[in-house]
């Protein structure tokens, strides 16, 4: 049973920087169900186009892969003979826990789950990459250089999927659009208190960009067919084709 998210549920003198650590781990199902609007949406479609884009004896990529909900998805849905996925991530307790998680399900391709930093992994002979709710976490000056890395190493015809939140350009709609997701957390159980404290732990650590930006740096690295398929409040979720 998923532990329930109350990290930032009593007063903290001092707020320090979010971190994906072990106490993280144990509540993450529970914080980014109640925290990220069409999370389940974003995972089953991935999913989808995993098996629709996925092409015999390539490598499969989830960066960032926290607990593994993209990479099992992958797993479960790709029909491609021969496909390696590959998880990274740069937390010991989340790569421990995912490591465990998608050794419980069987699946047509071979997994391999390791701990590492994705501004250092070689992408190669990639069908699928999959950034979820992991750029936003890059230092901004790594950005490009990361998805123009992707680029070339994904074989005509592949695809990366990129979700985010956004920060709008409007000043007026980027708070338009926090307002509704407080309103979504609010309702999903958490505190004021608890919103602004995260917000704050967040704030050094998790610096989005707009849609703009997004799109910009993927046609520089690119990609011409690009899509925004989902959007629900200030997160979004990006299809690009090479």
Request: some cysteine.
């Amino acid at each position: 049973m998923t532990d329930t998210d109350l990290i930032f549920s009593n007063k903290q003198s001092q707020i320090k920087d979010f971190a994906f650590d072990e106490q993280v781990v144990e509540v993450f199902p529970d914080m980014i169900s109640r925290s990220v609007p069409g999370y389940n949406t974003i995972i089953n479609t991935i999913g989808n186009l995993s098996d629709e884009y996925a092409q015999n004896n390539t490598n499969v990529y989830d960066l960032g892969c926290s607990l593994g909900a993209a990479t099992l998805a992958m797993k479960r849905s790709i029909s491609a003979k021969n496909c390696s996925i590959l998880g990274i991530d740069n937390s010991p307790a989340m790569v421990e826990r995912c490591k465990i998680h998608v050794g419980a399900f069987k699946g047509e391709s071979n997994v391999e789950i390791t701990e590492g930093n994705i501004l250092e992994t070689e992408i190669e002979n990639a069908s699928i990459v999959v950034l979820n709710f992991t750029l936003q976490f890059i230092e901004p000056e790594h950005r490009q250089a990361l998805i123009t890395k992707i680029y070339n190493g994904m074989n005509t015809g592949g695809i990366l999927i990129l979700s985010e939140k956004l920060a709008a350009t409007d000043p007026k709609c980027n708070e338009l659009l926090i307002d509704l997701h407080h309103g979504f957390k609010r309702a999903n159980g958490y505190s004021e208190l608890e919103i602004a404290q995260k917000r704050t732990a967040l704030e050094n650590v998790m610096r989005p960009d707009s849609l703009e930006t997004h799109l910009e740096r993927l046609n520089q690295s690119g990609f011409n067919h690009v899509t925004q398929w989902f959007q629900c409040f200030n997160f979004m979720s990006l299809v690009a084709i090479k």
